[in-house]
């Protein structure tokens, strides 16, 4: 299978981007951690941790990151860069078990591997990235029927998630915060990449600035940006990191390929076996998630259970309520 030079490019800013968003979990979350000792906690609408050197160090790490990968959205698809953060969980998990001393066992280790596994099988038979020429070209497949339905659609989600659930569950069940940063990261990648596509034709000679849509597409990956940072902070302050990194990535992954799929068909070039085999990737990948995310069940003893997991129990312990 040949992988197109543009789809190299991507692959190498795409696996940079996951080292340093993988390790920035780890140290946001030390980060959180200490502010917590001496300030309001962000799950509880806090913001002390603006004044912790060890969440800006973090911070740092993850905008090194995010530009990496904006970077690589410019390069390649969305089906190919998206599902190499699962590279991140690896770094973060691995990272857990020696600074934040939350244990990776056997099982973890076999869900890094699946993960590479799956990544390597999607990498290999990722679809070609289309010709674009113009932002208008992006802005002309942003604004096809199919995608306005679906931004309505993330839109009226994240609206009662953000002002019904979120005061009610956001502190028992990590699927609240985790919902809206993962719906929004949706919107964040198809702007990205239009943004990106509008840098890398810009420098070109090409300057797209000159257009409205490029700074449409710029205010709404603002404002996407920063909704996500607010609720993983809460999602990450509440419940323990090897639970939010692949609940995250999960969803998010999900969600960002079946945007792609609607607003750049990135499938329409591909046949069935090339589609289904980037599905088993896929797939095998979540796997990999899925025992990371058993990890943490297996490190956590039978006294004192995760509060994540214990707020999945069917039956809820009052003490936890007010966390």
């Given at each position: 299978?040949?992988?197109?030079?543009?789809?190299v490019n991507?692959?190498?800013?795409?696996?940079?981007?996951?080292?340093?968003?993988?390790?920035?979990?780890?140290?946001?979350?030390?980060?959180?951690?200490?502010?917590?000792?001496?300030?309001?906690?962000?799950?509880?609408?806090?913001?002390?941790?603006?004044?912790?050197?060890?969440?800006?160090?973090?911070?740092?790490?993850?905008?090194?990151?995010?530009?990496?990968?904006?970077?690589?959205?410019?390069?390649?698809?969305?089906?190919?860069?998206?599902?190499?953060?699962?590279?991140?969980?690896?770094?973060?998990?691995?990272?857990?078990?020696?600074?934040?001393?939350?244990?990776?066992?056997?099982?973890?280790?076999?869900?890094?591997?699946?993960?590479?596994?799956?990544?390597?099988?999607?990498?290999?038979?990722?679809?070609?990235?289309?010709?674009?020429?113009?932002?208008?070209?992006?802005?002309?497949?942003?604004?096809?029927?199919?995608?306005?339905?679906?931004?309505?659609?993330?839109?009226?989600?994240?609206?009662?998630?953000?002002?019904?659930y979120a005061?009610?569950?956001?502190?028992?069940?990590?699927?609240?915060?985790?919902?809206?940063?993962?719906?929004?990261?949706?919107?964040?990648?198809?702007?990205v990449k239009?943004?990106?596509?509008?840098?890398?034709?810009?420098?070109?000679?090409?300057?797209?600035?000159?257009?409205?849509?490029?700074?449409?597409?710029?205010?709404?990956?603002?404002?996407?940006?920063?909704?996500?940072?607010?609720?993983?902070?809460?999602?990450?302050?509440?419940?323990?990191?090897?639970?939010?990194?692949?609940?995250?990535?999960?969803?998010?992954?999900?969600?960002?390929?079946?945007?792609?799929?609607?607003?750049?068909?990135?499938?329409?070039?591909?046949?069935?076996?090339?589609?289904?085999?980037?599905?088993?990737?896929?797939?095998?990948?979540?796997?990999?998630?899925?025992?990371?995310?058993?990890?943490?069940?297996?490190?956590?003893?039978?006294?004192?259970?995760?509060?994540?997991?214990?707020?999945?129990?069917?039956?809820?312990?009052?003490?936890?309520?007010?966390?």
């Amino acid at each position: 299978m040949v992988i197109s030079t543009d789809n190299v490019n991507g692959l190498v800013l795409a696996a940079s981007s996951s080292a340093f968003i993988g390790s920035s979990f780890i140290i946001k979350k030390k980060g959180l951690m200490k502010a917590g000792n001496y300030g309001t906690r962000a799950g509880s609408g806090g913001h002390s941790y603006l004044c912790e050197p060890w969440w800006w160090t973090g911070m740092i790490a993850m905008i090194v990151g995010e530009i990496a990968n904006f970077a690589a959205y410019a390069f390649a698809p969305a089906i190919l860069v998206t599902p190499l953060g699962a590279l991140s969980i690896i770094f973060s998990a691995v990272l857990a078990h020696f600074i934040l001393k939350e244990r990776l066992h056997i099982f973890g280790v076999l869900g890094c591997v699946l993960c590479v596994v799956g990544s390597t099988t999607i990498v290999l038979h990722a679809p070609h990235e289309r010709t674009i020429v113009s932002v208008k070209q992006v802005w002309h497949l942003a604004t096809q029927p199919g995608f306005l339905v679906y931004a309505a659609i993330i839109f009226i989600m994240v609206t009662v998630l953000i002002f019904y659930y979120a005061p009610r569950y956001g502190h028992t069940h990590l699927i609240v915060d985790v919902g809206i940063c993962s719906l929004m990261g949706s919107l964040t990648v198809m702007s990205v990449k239009a943004v990106g596509i509008g840098l890398k034709l810009t420098f070109e000679g090409k300057n797209q600035f000159v257009y409205f849509q490029t700074w449409f597409f710029t205010g709404v990956m603002a404002v996407c940006c920063l909704m996500q940072i607010n609720y993983l902070n809460k999602a990450l302050d509440t419940f323990n990191t090897a639970m939010v990194s692949p609940v995250y990535y999960v969803m998010f992954t999900s969600l960002t390929i079946l945007a792609s799929m609607i607003m750049f068909k990135d499938w329409d070039s591909q046949n069935g076996t090339q589609i289904a085999t980037e599905l088993c990737g896929f797939v095998t990948i979540l796997s990999g998630t899925f025992l990371l995310h058993k990890t943490e069940d297996l490190g956590s003893s039978p006294s004192t259970p995760p509060l994540a997991y214990a707020n999945s129990s069917t039956t809820q312990d009052p003490n936890l309520e007010g966390r």
